[in-house]
């Protein structure tokens, strides 16, 4: 990745993914030029970039090598797509979460940039396949999919089109690696990708439990963040298989295999995440957190503030 070092890295869209990835990208000395379609958007964008750069580097959680003062001398905003793409070796798009919108994206940067530019896309569940269904040329197309907060939480789900060119993931997945991020492949395309079909399998669950009063919210949540989250913080649940019998998981599965597979049958059926159990879940997060704006920014802040503690921890 040397050879890219100081190269450019077009970010699409300047809302709060937008500006992570151009946090991101220029913690790893690459040059980005972030654009928006609404005047006045990226300029804005990169008043928030400086405020939460000077932010990280009085806390000492600045990412890279570089100053603040440094790595935004790397930052500029656009208004215009084609002076934006102008010098560009990968496009990150981060345009709210509307195929149609998306599509669009595309079908005007591939207008704009040369063949060896590749295109990859922020969307969070939307399939390669048709995210990129208006591109010419999909072979050099591919889903970057982070989680949010990408700063302080560094998964980045690679997903190819079913066209996309090995040698596509290779770079992405050397660049994602380059900027401090933590990127996995998908060997192919599927909705929801890993980690969201991973995500919604504990929502669902978690819902049931509380839909069939089994559990209240706050405890289902203490499950998770005083329970699995411990541990899965550091180790994954295939690991946690491994180690969790003397051993190993040939070990594991002969003792447990059984009881999984009883409690699996016992799930209940997909929630409708509506009427009267979405309610009174709401109420009752409400309890606990209310819906108001500031308590919630309140909250947010504290969850990156922890989050920022566990990232310097697993350096």
């Not at 790397?74 to 599509?103: I, R, Y």
């Not at 907060?149 to 060119?165: A, G, K, N």
Request: proline fraction near 5%; hydrophobic fraction near 40%; aromatic fraction near 6%.
């Amino acid at each position: 990745m040397s050879s890219l070092k100081g190269k450019i890295i077009t970010v699409v869209g300047s809302g709060l993914i937008g500006r992570s990835w151009a946090m991101v990208f220029l913690s790893g000395g690459y040059k980005v030029k972030i654009y928006d379609n609404k005047p006045g958007q990226a300029s804005g964008a990169i008043t928030e970039i400086r405020k939460q750069l000077e932010e990280l580097q009085q806390a000492q959680m600045l990412r890279g090598n570089l100053s603040a003062a440094e790595q935004l001398s790397l930052l500029s905003s656009h208004d215009d797509l084609q002076q934006a793409l102008e010098g560009a070796f990968f496009v990150q798009e981060c345009v709210f979460e509307d195929l149609e919108a998306k599509q669009t994206v595309f079908h005007e940067v591939e207008n704009l940039v040369t063949e060896s530019v590749i295109l990859s896309s922020s969307t969070s569940c939307l399939m390669p396949s048709n995210v990129f269904s208006r591109v010419q040329n999909r072979t050099r197309c591919i889903i970057s999919h982070p989680v949010n907060p990408p700063y302080y939480v560094r998964l980045v789900e690679l997903v190819p089109h079913p066209e996309t060119l090995p040698a596509v993931i290779d770079v992405a997945y050397s660049l994602m690696t380059d900027v401090g991020q933590a990127p996995v492949r998908l060997k192919k395309e599927i909705d929801g990708f890993a980690l969201n079909r991973v995500q919604y399998a504990i929502i669902a669950e978690s819902w049931r439990l509380v839909q069939d009063g089994v559990i209240s919210v706050k405890d289902i949540d203490l499950v998770m963040s005083e329970g699995l989250g411990m541990r899965y913080a550091f180790i994954g649940p295939i690991e946690t298989m491994h180690l969790n019998a003397p051993e190993g998981m040939e070990d594991y599965l002969q003792r447990y295999r059984e009881g999984m597979k009883r409690v699996l049958n016992a799930f209940g059926p997909v929630p409708d995440f509506s009427g009267e159990p979405a309610a009174r879940i709401i109420k009752e997060i409400c309890e606990l957190i209310p819906g108001e704006h500031e308590h919630l920014t309140a909250r947010r802040e504290r969850r990156d503030q922890l989050l920022m503690g566990l990232a310097k921890l697993k350096k």
